[in-house]
């Protein structure tokens, strides 16, 4: 009779039960993320009806992203300085007050579009701390066995909002409108910032040198020297590009050219997510040490696969095919979306030295994540023209990820402890680097 796994080596989901306090947080976080999806879907469908600009929409989402992505630097430092729970709840906080505020304004009918364009703006400088704070805490919390399990789960995440959020706002956006919609959008984030409070918060400020801007441009170097994470900005930033596109494209097609209801916008959006969610989970079960590269790479051009059904559906002329063709694209997208992002978490983790998670993952992410406000504004302006070609260069740029995930991301990397990352001097000054890290 085989014995039972102790606690300690363990690698099943249960085991995960066994972390303090990773309970607490995985609860916020999946209401933060349904938020999170929300406002994707609600944001796009209340500019589109309070405005009637698809450019303007574009330019919106935009800047709901790309601020965020341009102060990572100093995010990281902050993570990695300060802890990561308080400033998860920072941000929660914000988002709450900015979405009450957008959707109060917008019902007094007070609000021009600089001050939603201001407002968009300030809700975003802080999202970049809760996205890095969460995953940098992941591995800091969880023995590396169950990096696989948790990687997962956070991905999952991500899936289970893409099921609820969407379908939700789109469903109350038809209800009451879009401006209330943000206002209880708002409220969910206020949910998840009470579930986060009392969460635990490793200590990881012994490589803080004491002076932040020097701590953020310690961080933006360790990122660019290190092969694996600067691969990962190109590749996946290319492929951001992409999902830009799906979230302004998609909602266009379903409303402009099918005459759908807003609540089709959602469904179609869901099938994504219940086919990544299980694809997901499935990958999760698998050790992935030494097939990161695997998992990341090969599912980019079956992407850009799904990114070209987009067109039949555009082209549809019932609007029940046109649907089914838009369903089925996202679903696919979702079915290699699961291991892409094992893959993506993992080989991250395992490359990164413990110590410069918060800084290293708060530049690695934002760069990766570079590309879907610019996808985003560029298919906004592109699709006032013409949708189809709006859809195909973000298959272009799947094809392009491929290749440039394939070329600069190394199969095999040293370990981080083998690894030697920038030294900060506790004068605050920035000394040379003592090897590559």
């Not at 995953?135 to 999952?156: M, Q, T, Y």
């Not at 290293?360 to 906004?380: H, W």
């Amino acid at each position: 009779m085989t014995p039972s796994p102790s606690a300690r080596t363990e690698r099943s989901y249960r085991a995960l039960l066994t972390v303090p306090g990773l309970g607490r947080i995985l609860v916020s976080m999946q209401l933060a993320r349904i938020a999170q999806s929300m406002v994707g879907v609600a944001l796009v469908l209340f500019t589109l009806a309070e405005y009637r600009s698809p450019a303007l929409t574009g330019i919106v989402t935009a800047a709901s992203v790309l601020p965020g992505i341009l102060v990572a630097p100093i995010a990281g430092a902050l993570l990695d300085r300060h802890g990561r729970t308080r400033l998860v709840i920072l941000d929660y906080a914000v988002a709450l007050l900015s979405l009450a505020l957008i959707g109060g304004l917008a019902l007094a009918h007070a609000l021009p579009v600089p001050l939603l364009l201001a407002i968009t703006i300030v809700s975003s400088l802080t999202a970049i701390l809760s996205q890095t704070g969460l995953r940098s805490l992941f591995p800091l919390l969880v023995p590396e066995r169950l990096w696989e399990r948790v990687n997962a789960i956070d991905s999952n995440g991500y899936l289970i909002a893409t099921i609820i959020g969407p379908p939700l706002a789109a469903a109350l956006v038809s209800l009451v409108g879009g401006a209330t919609t943000l206002i209880l959008i708002g409220l969910a984030y206020g949910a998840a910032t009470l579930s986060m409070v009392g969460a635990p918060d490793p200590d990881t400020s012994a490589s803080s040198s004491g002076n932040l801007l020097g701590d953020a441009w310690a961080g933006v170097r360790y990122t660019l020297r290190n092969p694996t994470l600067r691969g990962l900005g190109v590749s996946i930033s290319l492929l951001n590009l992409s999902g830009g596109m799906v979230t302004i494209v998609v909602p266009l097609v379903v409303l402009d050219r099918l005459h759908a209801p807003e609540v089709a916008v959602g469904l179609v959006f869901a099938g994504s997510g219940v086919a990544g969610m299980i694809s997901a989970l499935v990958a999760g079960r698998i050790d992935s040490r030494g097939r990161e590269w695997d998992l990341l790479v090969l599912p980019m051009a079956g992407i850009a696969l799904a990114d070209l059904l987009l067109l039949a559906g555009a082209g549809a002329t019932v609007p029940i095919i046109g649907l089914v063709w838009l369903a089925a694209a996202l679903a696919l997208s979702g079915l290699l979306n699961g291991p892409m992002d094992i893959g993506l978490f993992t080989i991250r983790q395992r490359r990164t030295d413990p110590a410069w998670m918060g800084r290293a993952f708060a530049v690695s992410m934002g760069f990766n994540f570079v590309g879907y406000p610019i996808g985003t504004a560029l298919a906004g302006a592109l699709a006032a023209i013409s949708i189809e070609a709006s859809i195909v260069v973000g298959a272009v740029a799947c094809v392009v990820a491929g290749i440039a995930a394939a070329a600069l991301i190394p199969r095999r990397a040293p370990e981080p402890g083998k690894l030697a990352p920038p030294v900060i001097e506790r004068s605050a000054e920035l000394s040379s680097p003592s090897g590559r890290p």
